[in-house]
């Protein structure tokens, strides 16, 4: 049975969720720092580390150190070439954002089809007026690049509201029956030219890159909406201001942009038919609990020598 001996955390994970691990397991030493300075010392003989992927770099010389969990599915703020030479594991966030990331999605589909943005606009004017400008979820079909956790979460719920539901996927994996047509990354293009609506649901890495290019973009219906909870850098930003300033595009949902946070000056801000959301999709008091939930699991395996949960393929990056 593998050993391990002391816990390191430097995320607020909050006192209750941290009692839950010593209570679990009183012989490990769990030991909190949440102020970055003072973390290369405190966790200077951690065998396992929980933080944020940006976090892991400042534990360089911790030779002990053979376990890093995420609380973030993303691992693009991880220098894998600095992990994989002292045989570290990494295991990721992935699963516990989920839900409140696909009702975060839902919301901004929801928010254009019954055009709130205008309508809160106006609240503001104290203006009564009413337009045609809204539509209807129920029959548009929605692309779903990037079927993981997420992905197959917001798959599931539009469905639901009678959206006709497709995918792109990264691996030969079998799909739920609210999937009706799945595509590899590289035979997406007319599965995304169909679509009324194109969320990104992927995370960053050496192989998806920019992956809603130019190209892309040109080639999607006129008075589609994109919509990207993954990362800024996935799809071109100024091709998509230039489409949607034009019309071609008639709206964006935006909860992760380039770069962040967005400057107050950026055109983005000010681009029509755009919501930014600031990265907050994540935001859930919830996913908190799963990741505990998911943490001890892992601590459990770690020490009964099996698989971790979320191991991340360094050469993917996921």
């Not at 194109?198 to 960053?204: K, S």
Request: charged share 25%; proline share 6%; with cysteine.
């Amino acid at each position: 049975m593998a050993r391990l001996e002391q816990l390191g955390i430097s995320i607020p994970l909050g006192e209750a969720r941290v009692t839950r691990i010593r209570e679990r397991y009183p012989d490990l030493d769990v030991v909190v720092e949440l102020d970055l300075e003072k973390v290369p010392d405190a966790l200077a003989n951690v065998e396992a580390f929980v933080g944020r992927g940006r976090h892991v770099a400042l534990l360089a010389d911790a030779s002990r150190l053979r376990w890093v969990q995420t609380l973030t599915a993303g691992a693009d703020a991880v220098s894998f070439p600095e992990l994989e030479p002292r045989g570290i594991v990494l295991t990721n966030g992935s699963g516990i954002h989920a839900i409140n990331l696909a009702e975060h999605l839902l919301g901004l589909m929801l928010s254009f089809a019954r055009n709130l943005p205008e309508l809160m606009r106006r609240q503001q004017r104290h203006e009564w007026s009413k337009d045609g400008r809204q539509f209807e979820l129920d029959g548009q079909t929605l692309c779903v690049v990037g079927l993981g956790d997420i992905g197959l979460a917001l798959a599931e719920r539009a469905s639901a509201l009678g959206m006709r539901v497709t995918g792109v996927r990264r691996r030969d994996l079998p799909c739920p029956s609210y999937v009706d047509a799945v595509a590899h990354l590289d035979s997406m293009g007319p599965l995304l030219a169909e679509a009324d609506h194109v969320a990104i649901c992927l995370p960053l890495t050496a192989r998806t890159g920019t992956i809603i290019d130019a190209e892309q973009l040109r080639a999607m219906k006129p008075g589609a909406h994109i919509y990207n909870i993954g990362r800024g850098e996935l799809i071109d930003q100024d091709v998509m201001i230039e489409l949607l300033k034009s019309g071609h595009l008639a709206g964006a949902g935006l909860d992760v942009v380039t770069p962040e946070p967005l400057p107050a000056d950026h055109p983005l801000w000010d681009t029509p038919n755009v919501i930014i959301t600031s990265h907050t999709g994540g935001t859930s008091p919830r996913r908190m609990d799963r990741f505990i939930d998911l943490l001890l699991d892992n601590i459990e395996r770690y020490r009964g020598d099996q698989p971790l949960r979320n191991i991340v393929d360094p050469v993917e990056g996921y």
